[in-house]
C-alpha cells in the first residue's frame, strides 16, 4: 500500500485552471482519470488526511503511485478528453455503467445496396439506423412481421440473398408478399430503398402522415370500385394501427426525450432510460455500476450521459434530455449533448405535467433495478470471496488469488497444435485479457513440452515488460538479488536469448521482437511491447496464481518453465480431469478438495474456459486448412480475386479447363497473373471429388471447397471424419 505523500505533487506545481488528471499505479496503468474546473482545488481534497477520505477513495490513492494532469482550455474539453481516456484505459476506480443484459435493437442497414432490416446486437455500425433498444427481441419480430405487410422490405441474410439472385428464385416471404423480392428483380434498387426510408420514418414516429395517406388511397380504390385493392389498403392500415398499439404515448406533441433515473445508495447505483420517440416509449435500458468514490446523482449522471452519448451524433442525440439531478457545472454538459446533436439540447429536470408522472415511472424502475442487482450481487460476492478463500487455504498460498491465469492445449491426433490462455480476476471471466498460442517449437503431439513452450513465452513478455519500464534496478534480478545467483543467470539468459536457460527458447524465437513466434497471428501481438503510457499491455501483469489443465507433468512443466525464468512468486497447480484432483508441483500426492467446495467449482470453471477456448481456436485453425485450395498457392493472388474468379467460373475444376485468354477476362487479372495461375492449377493434384452424404452420390460439377451441395445436403471433400480422432 502506498503513502500518498510520497508522489503528491510539490506546492506550486499543480496549475489552477481546467483540465483532466489521471492517477497510476506501480505498474504505470492508469487506475483512475477525472476532470476539474481547477486542478489544484480537486488533487487537494486527494492528498489530505486519509481517515477523511471516503473509503474507495482512500483504496484509490493508496493503490496509486503517481498523478499527472493534463491542461485543457474549456471545461468542455475537459470533458471530452476525460470520456476519451475512461474508453481508451478502462481504469479500474472510474464509474462505469455495465449494462445488466445486451439489449437488442431494430436495424435497418441503409449502407448497403439493398437496405436489410434486422435485429442487432452490440456497437453500432456507421450507415444503420437504429431503433429501440428494445427489452426482449421477440418484441421486435412481432412488430416487423406486422409492418413488413406494409413495407415488404428485405430480411434475409446476405447468404440467402446471393443464392436467390443465383436461381432466380425469391425465398418464402417473397412468394407470400412480405418481401418486395430485390433479389431477381421484382422492384429497382431505387423503390427498394425508398420501402426501406419509409419503414424507418414510420419506425421513427412519423405515422400520422403516412396512415393519412393510405386511407386516402383507399378512399379513392373504392369510389373507383377497386374493391381488391382497398381491402388490401384496410388490411394495411389495420396492420400499422396494431404495431403502433404495441407503443401507447406516454407524451403528448410528438415528445423526442430521454428520461433518465437513478436509484443508488453508499456502494451501487442503478440507472435506468427511457427513450421516448413521437410521444411514444421506443426503448429502455438499464445500468448498473460500483460507487468507488464519494459521487453525487449529478456526478453520476453526467458520467451516464458520457457513456449513453459519447459517440452519437445528430437525431440520436434527443433534443430533451431528463435527468433527477442535474451536473455541476451544467453548461459544459449542455454545450458538449449540443455539439453532439448539431443543435441546442434541453438538459433539466421535469417539474410538472406528464413528464414528471414519467419520470416517476423510471424511478421506480431504476429502483427495483437496484433491489434485483443488489440480491443476485450479494449471493455473488459472498460464493466468490468464499471459492478464492478456500483456493488459497487449499495451496497455502498467503493471500487470495485475485488473478488467476489457466492454460490448456488443444490438438487432433497432433497436428494444429494450440494452446489457449484464459484469465479470471476477482472470480471473474476477464475476456479482454484471453491469448491464443500457436506452438512452433516442434511437431507432433506432446503436451507436457507444449505447456512448457507455452508459460515460457508468456512468462519472457512479462519479464520483457518489467525490465522495460524500469521496475527493476540495473542489474538486479528477480528477487531483488544482483543476478549473480542462479535465477540471475537463468533471466539473463532468457531475457538476452542465450543458452543459460533450457528450454527457455523453444518456438519463441523472435518474441521479443514482436515476430510470430510469440501468438496466434501477428495481429495479436503487434502493440504488445507500447510505450509507458498506461494503456493495457499484454502479458504484462503477473497472476497470483497459474492454473494448468492436467496432472503431475503438465504441473512440473510449468514450474519448470517458471523456474528457468527466475520466477518464485507465483503459485502453479494443476487440475486433472479425471478425478478432479488438484496438484500443486513437487507433491506425490494430490490435495483433493470437497466436491461441495466453492474453491474447486472456480477452479473448474476457469478450466472448462480454457479448453473451451481452445478447442474453438483448435477448430478454427483446423477448417481453415481444410478450406484450402489450389488457388491459395498461387503468389500474389489475394481473397478478393480468389472469389472473382471462382464468381466468374464458378469452380476451380471450370477454371483448371479454361485458357490463360478466358482468365484474363475476369477484372483485375493481367496475362502474367494469368499465366501463374494456370501454372499452379496444372501442377496442383486434383482434389478428392465431393460426396453428398446423405445419397453417396459424386458431385462432378463442382469441386470441393468452392460451392455447398445441392438442397442443403452435406457434402465432404477429402475432409477427415472428425470421429476418427479425438480433440484435446
Not at 574 to 587: F, I, N, T, Y
Request: overall charge negative; proline content about 5%; charged content about 30%.
Amino acid at each position: 500500500m502506498a503513502d500518498p505523500s510520497s508522489y503528491r505533487p510539490r506546492p506550486g506545481e499543480i496549475p489552477d485552471s481546467p483540465g483532466v488528471y489521471r492517477f497510476r499505479d506501480e505498474h504505470r496503468r492508469v487506475i483512475y482519470v477525472g476532470k476539474a474546473k481547477s486542478l489544484r482545488q480537486r488533487l487537494a481534497n486527494y492528498f489530505q488526511d486519509l481517515a477523511n477520505l471516503h473509503p474507495r477513495t482512500r483504496t484509490m490513492v493508496t493503490t496509486a503511485a503517481s498523478v499527472e494532469w493534463t491542461v485543457v482550455s474549456t471545461e468542455v474539453e475537459a470533458l471530452q478528453l476525460e470520456y476519451s481516456w475512461i474508453k481508451e484505459y478502462d481504469p479500474r476506480f472510474n464509474v462505469k455503467y455495465r449494462d445488466d443484459k445486451s439489449y437488442p435493437y431494430l436495424a435497418v442497414t441503409m449502407n448497403e445496396q439493398f437496405p436489410r432490416v434486422q435485429v442487432m446486437r452490440g456497437h453500432k455500425k456507421k450507415g444503420v439506423r437504429y431503433f429501440g433498444p428494445y427489452a426482449h427481441a421477440w418484441a421486435i419480430r412481432d412488430t416487423v412481421d406486422l409492418l413488413l405487410r406494409v413495407f415488404p422490405v428485405r430480411t434475409c441474410s446476405t447468404g440467402v440473398f446471393k443464392n436467390a439472385a443465383r436461381t432466380g428464385r425469391p425465398c418464402l416471404l417473397g412468394y407470400i408478399g412480405k418481401c418486395s423480392a430485390p433479389c431477381v428483380g421484382r422492384v429497382t434498387p431505387e423503390d427498394h430503398r425508398e420501402l426501406a426510408e419509409d419503414f424507418s420514418d414510420f419506425m421513427a414516429g412519423r405515422t400520422g402522415t403516412y396512415l393519412r395517406r393510405l386511407e386516402k388511397q383507399m378512399t379513392e380504390a373504392a369510389e373507383e370500385m377497386e374493391y381488391e385493392r382497398a381491402a388490401r389498403l384496410r388490411d394495411d392500415i389495420g396492420a400499422l394501427k396494431k404495431a403502433m398499439e404495441k407503443n401507447a404515448v406516454v407524451l403528448a406533441d410528438a415528445t423526442d426525450a430521454d428520461l433518465i433515473a437513478v436509484a443508488e445508495d453508499e456502494l451501487e447505483a442503478a440507472l435506468q432510460i427511457f427513450h421516448v420517440r413521437g410521444g411514444r416509449v421506443r426503448g429502455q435500458r438499464g445500468w448498473v455500476t460500483d460507487k468507488v468514490e464519494e459521487v453525487t446523482t449529478g456526478a453520476l449522471v453526467e458520467h451516464a450521459l458520457q457513456q449513453l452519448y459519447g459517440e452519437e451524433s445528430g437525431d440520436a442525440v434527443p433534443k430533451e434530455v431528463l435527468v433527477p439531478a442535474l451536473p455541476e457545472p451544467v453548461e459544459p454538459v449542455q454545450d458538449w449533448l449540443a455539439a453532439r446533436r448539431g443543435a441546442n439540447v434541453s438538459l433539466r429536470i421535469p417539474q410538472r405535467g406528464d413528464k414528471k408522472a414519467l419520470m416517476e415511472t423510471v424511478q421506480r424502475n431504476a429502483q427495483q433495478a437496484l433491489a434485483l442487482h443488489k440480491t443476485k450481487r450479494a449471493s455473488d460476492l459472498t460464493t466468490r470471496s468464499r471459492a478464492l478463500e478456500e483456493i488459497a487455504e487449499a495451496l497455502d498460498l498467503d493471500s487470495a488469488p485475485l488473478r488467476i491465469e489457466c492454460y490448456d492445449i488443444s490438438h487432433l491426433q497432433g497436428d494444429d497444435v494450440v494452446a489457449s490462455m484464459v484469465v479470471f480476476e476477482d472470480g471473474l471471466q476477464r475476456k479482454s485479457e484471453y491469448r491464443r498460442f500457436q506452438i512452433k517449437g516442434f511437431a507432433g503431439q506432446d503436451d507436457v513440452r507444449s505447456m512448457h513452450e507455452v508459460i515460457t513465452r508468456r512468462f519472457r513478455r512479462y519479464l520483457a515488460e518489467k525490465e522495460r519500464t524500469g521496475e527493476w534496478a540495473d542489474g538486479s534480478g528477480v528477487d531483488g538479488s544482483d543476478g549473480s545467483g542462479a535465477d540471475g543467470s537463468a533471466l539473463s539468459a532468457a531475457l538476452a536469448g542465450g543458452s543459460g536457460a533450457e528450454g527457455v527458447l523453444a518456438g519463441a524465437e523472435g518474441a521479443l521482437a514482436g515476430g510470430d513466434g510469440a501468438l496466434g497471428g501477428p495481429e495479436v501481438i503487434t502493440d504488445s511491447l507500447k510505450d509507458d503510457d498506461g494503456r493495457p499491455r499484454k502479458f504484462a501483469y503477473p497472476p497470483q496464481l497459474v492454473v494448468v489443465d492436467g496432472g503431475q507433468p503438465q504441473v512440473a512443466a510449468a514450474r519448470r518453465a517458471l523456474d528457468e525464468l527466475g520466477i518464485d512468486d507465483i503459485a502453479v497447480c494443476g487440475l486433472a480431469k479425471r478425478l478432479e484432483e488438484v496438484w500443486v508441483p513437487g507433491e506425490d500426492d494430490p490435495v483433493v478438495l470437497p466436491r461441495t467446495s466453492e474453491g474447486l467449482y472456480l477452479l473448474q470453471r476457469v478450466r472448462d474456459e480454457a479448453h473451451r477456448f481452445a478447442i474453438t481456436y483448435q477448430r478454427t485453425k483446423r477448417a481453415k486448412r481444410f478450406r484450402a485450395g489450389p488457388l491459395d498457392d498461387v503468389p500474389g493472388l489475394g481473397e478478393t480475386r480468389k472469389q472473382a474468379l471462382i464468381n466468374h467460373f464458378g469452380s476451380v475444376k471450370k477454371l483448371r479447363s479454361a485458357t490463360i485468354e478466358q482468365i484474363q477476362e475476369v477484372p483485375g487479372i493481367g496475362r502474367k497473373t494469368a499465366e501463374t495461375i494456370a501454372v499452379a492449377l496444372a501442377q496442383a493434384a486434383p482434389a478428392a471429388p465431393a460426396v453428398n452424404t446423405a445419397t453417396g452420390e459424386i458431385i462432378e460439377d463442382e469441386e470441393p471447397g468452392t460451392t455447398g451441395g445441392s438442397s442443403g445436403e452435406p457434402v465432404t471433400a477429402g475432409v477427415p471424419d472428425e470421429r476418427r480422432g479425438q480433440e484435446t
